[in-house]
């Protein structure tokens, strides 16, 4: 199993940015699916961006546009920059990862609070 390690959240007034690193305790090159989850009290954990093996990426309607998922692969990391921040996107922000067997990894979670 890999242990991940979220970092980058805070506090930030609307309209301004914070990029998230999620940093893996092994090469993340076998790894199927990179994707930071978003979760608010009361709700489950929903998928905003996710990077796919061979480079492909997903993002949700709400932050499709202002975030920015990659990866690099050298420093074992995943990023998620966001861009045009909203009070609606405050929330814990999770890192998950699939390896190549299916296996699934959660990182801590970050917090990230935008006031408006």
């Known amino acids: 199993q890999v242990q991940l390690v979220e970092s980058g959240g805070g506090l930030v007034q609307a309209g301004g940015s914070l990029r998230l690193s999620c940093a893996a305790s092994?090469?993340?090159?076998?790894?199927?699916?990179m994707g930071w989850y978003y979760q608010t009290p009361g709700n489950q954990r929903e998928l905003v961006a996710g990077?796919?093996?061979?480079?492909?990426?997903y993002y949700s309607d709400s932050v499709k546009g202002r975030f920015t998922i990659s990866r690099d692969n050298a420093k074992n990391t995943v990023y998620l920059q966001m861009n045009s921040l909203k009070s609606e996107d405050t929330g814990v922000y999770y890192c998950k990862v699939v390896d190549i067997i299916g296996s699934t990894s959660w990182g801590p979670g970050t917090q990230v609070t935008v006031s408006s």
């Open positions: 092994r090469s993340i090159d076998s790894f199927n699916l």
């Open positions: 990077i796919f093996s061979g480079g492909s990426t």
